[in-house]
């Protein structure tokens, strides 16, 4: 671990790289599944790929979710109203993309899953400090976030998203100047999760899934940081 940004960080990939890749892990923080798919992100980019621990050690327990008990309720509002509270994190976020800049990165990308990638999005709106963001299965789909995206975006979503929302969000951003540079595919055979800490690489439709979808990532991110 590393610290960029003031906050403890998983950095892969050459530190000295022009291109700089912030990964935004979901609301389970760090996993070897999603550790596993920045490595693939940092091999296939040759990108500094870092990835900040912005729930400072203390995520939602796998087996907290989905809530079911009052208490699990109670601790996943609280949860989303402190550590998740995305008006704290994003200027955290902008701080760590400061600290690439200056650490010599000339192109900054940002991508996260689930509640990661709802952040992603939101840092790419008006002012963005990334010249392109990534979202993966995301969470809290709204196409309000894509009206006020500014830079190119990747787009994953899986079978659980509301179909309307995503299909609204991309309609949102087929009206952009950068249309052209975005990319989108929905993951129909996928569940929530199956590219971070949910994922079931045993499994080998998931396998198959995870793979592709940092492959998608990659030749994104090597057109749009390039």
Known sequence: MTKVGGLDAYTIGPKDSKKAIVVVY????????????????????????????FF????????????????????FQNFFGAAGDFTARKPELEAIAAELKQDGAQKLGV???CWGGKLS???????????????VHPAMVDPKDAEKLT??????????????????????????????????????????GWASARADLKDEGNKKNFQDVYQRLADFFNKTLA
Do not use: C
């Open 26 to 53: 979901d609301i389970f923080g760090y996993w070897p599944t999603t550790k596993q798919g920045a490595d693939l992100l940092a091999d296939a980019t040759k990108a500094r790929i870092v990835m900040p621990d």
């Open 56 to 75: 400072r050690g203390k995520p939602i327990a796998q087996e907290d979710y989905p809530p079911q008990t009052d208490e699990q309720k109670q601790a």
């Open 111 to 113: 991508m996260g899953f």
């Open 121 to 135: 999005v939101l840092a790419g709106g008006e002012g963005s400090k990334f010249d392109a963001v990534g979202q």
């Open 151 to 192: 830079v190119p975006i990747a787009n994953f979503p899986s079978k659980d998203e509301p179909k309307d929302d995503v299909d609204k969000f991309e309609a949102e951003v087929q009206k952009k100047s950068f249309a052209n540079q975005s990319v989108y595919k929905l993951y129909p055979d996928s569940h929530h």
